[in-house]
């Protein structure tokens, strides 16, 4: 399983939806309906997962689940 995977399952697992539709476009708030008090859940969540910090500034610029991926992605690889 690579990283990405790893995302991917942690993102939908939290979520409780399946993984396929975790697509580079897919909106946070409008596909998935997350709120802003969910994607900080998932923020934490993520940060629990994968031992890294997500600033505030960080979680605000993300859009999409693909933004979400690079940045988990990233920080992982810091």
Not at 29 to 46: F, N, P, R, V, W
Not at 48 to 67: C, K, M, P, Q
């Amino acid at each position: 399983m690579t990283r990405a995977d790893e995302v991917r399952a942690a993102v939908a697992g939290h979520l409780g939806i399946e993984p396929e539709r975790l697509t580079e476009e897919a909106s946070l708030s409008q596909d998935l309906g997350l709120d802003s008090l969910a994607g900080i859940e998932l923020a934490t969540a993520l940060e629990n997962r994968f031992s890294l910090r997500i600033t505030d500034d960080e979680l605000a610029a993300v859009r999409t689940y693909g933004d979400l991926q690079r940045l988990v992605l990233r920080k992982v690889a810091a």
